[in-house]
């Protein structure tokens, strides 16, 4: 039986950003509607893994930090309601010679909001964290907020806080087409239609398919990640090893420790640069993607280097200058879009679920997202 029906607000894709707007809009009283493909917390897009990195001193630039004050401040809120701890405080690493990006970049936030930091030599770094063991001509910067979050819990718990507050949640349904009417934005799928005021699409890899004018400014890219068995366990506890960001010869890898999935985690930003199609990707990690990995962990982390237990692939949806895309389609469009977050966007959802809410309900976000416009790509 075909479905119908007259929201205040459609968000499409209720994955890591898309469970936040939902949330963030019933809990300011908007009937509103959650249309998701697959399921909650499902493992076909970018937003499980069972670890996300959460961190102050962003080298990516210092216009981040505010939105992570904030993102910490929602997320400690939901941990309060559902009396549930998601985010795990490990402190941060950002290592790699002193003229990296990734170094000068971090000590920039750090300086520019006045965060505690301390800048450490490799032998330093060995000698507080065992589990490393870099270059001698590395530095290090270590920051104590930074630690993880659980992803599939937080995307849990917004989704639950939604429907607490009235939201409507269907899954297992797939929008085939969105489209602006006279008086809003009308959402086509496999199963009815539905009209809204405003429509927030959180469709993540598959942003390009269902808006192809955002096609070329939101690509998604093969992602893959290993779990290996430690050596010394004791070494990659979350109590005795933090969260890192590394840049090294080999690229740029991010990490964790150990938790729940025996394991260490680690990865490489942007992967194998696999350009992908999100319903054809391969999800199957392969030889050449562990031997790429575990060649990282045996000459950095060889205390970690252990038989592989766990392999998974994912997505990032890649902006041209790797920064997000938040926005209106156009300045008086029904339809805002939240996507492109490049493999660092997790730890925002909190607070992009808040601006999302602000910009359909009211239009504009006390938020500065001016950096997230669509038109610095025209």
């Known amino acids: 039986m075909a479905q119908t029906g007259k929201y205040d607000a459609i968000v499409v894709g209720v994955g890591g950003m898309g469970s936040a707007a939902l949330y963030h809009l019933a ?18 897009g970018s937003s499980h893994g069972v670890t996300r990195i959460i961190r102050l001193a962003y080298y990516e630039a210092p216009g981040y930090v505010p939105l992570l004050r904030r993102s910490y401040e929602l997320w400690r809120e939901l941990e309060a309601s559902a009396g549930e701890q998601i985010m795990h405080i490990t402190g941060g690493i950002d290592a790699g010679l002193p003229d990296s990006r990734l170094l000068e970049g971090a000590l920039r936030s750090c300086l520019e909001h006045e ?17 490393f063991s870099l270059p001698s001509d ?35 349904e797939q929008v085939l087409d969105i489209a602006e009417t006279s008086n809003g934005a009308r959402v086509t799928t496999d199963q009815g239609q539905y009209e809204a005021d405003t429509v ?73 640069e696999e350009v992908v199609d999100p319903d054809t990707i391969d999800r199957e990690p392969n030889a050449r993607d562990e031997a790429m990995l575990r060649q990282a962990v045996e000459r950095y982390f060889p205390d970690a280097a252990g038989p592989t237990l ?22 008086d469009s029904p339809i805002v879009v939240a996507a492109g977050f490049t493999g660092h966007g997790f730890k925002f959802c909190s607070v992009v679920g808040e601006i999302l809410s602000d910009m359909a309900i009211d239009g504009e976000t006390r938020h500065d997202v001016g950096m997230f416009r669509l038109a610095r790509f025209a």
Request: with cysteine; glycine share 8%; aromatic share 10%.
């Open 310 to 331: 766990s392999m998974k692939a994912c997505m990032f949806t890649n902006t041209p200058d790797e920064h997000f895309l938040i926005d209106r389609l156009t300045p």
């Open 27 to 44: 809990k300011r009283g908007k009937r509103v509607l959650g249309i998701e493909r697959f399921g909650v917390a499902h493992d076909l």
């Open 200 to 272: 927030v699409v959180c469709a993540g890899a598959w942003t390009g398919k269902l808006l192809p004018e955002l096609a070329s400014n939101a690509v998604p890219e093969r992602q893959v990640l290993i779990w290996t068995e430690p050596l010394k366990p004791e070494s990659y506890t979350p109590e005795t090893f933090p969260i890192f960001l590394l840049m090294v010869e080999e690229g740029h890898f991010y990490g964790f420790p150990a938790f729940q999935v025996p394991g260490f985690k680690i990865g490489r930003f942007h992967h194998l």
């Open 115 to 131: 965060l505690e930091h301390e800048v450490m030599s490799s032998a330093e770094l060995s000698r507080r964290y065992p589990g």
């Open 138 to 172: 590395l530095q290090a910067i270590y920051q104590a907020d930074a630690g993880f979050l659980t992803p599939e819990r937080c995307i849990e718990l917004h989704v639950a806080g939604a429907l607490d507050h009235g939201a409507t949640l269907q899954t297992d």
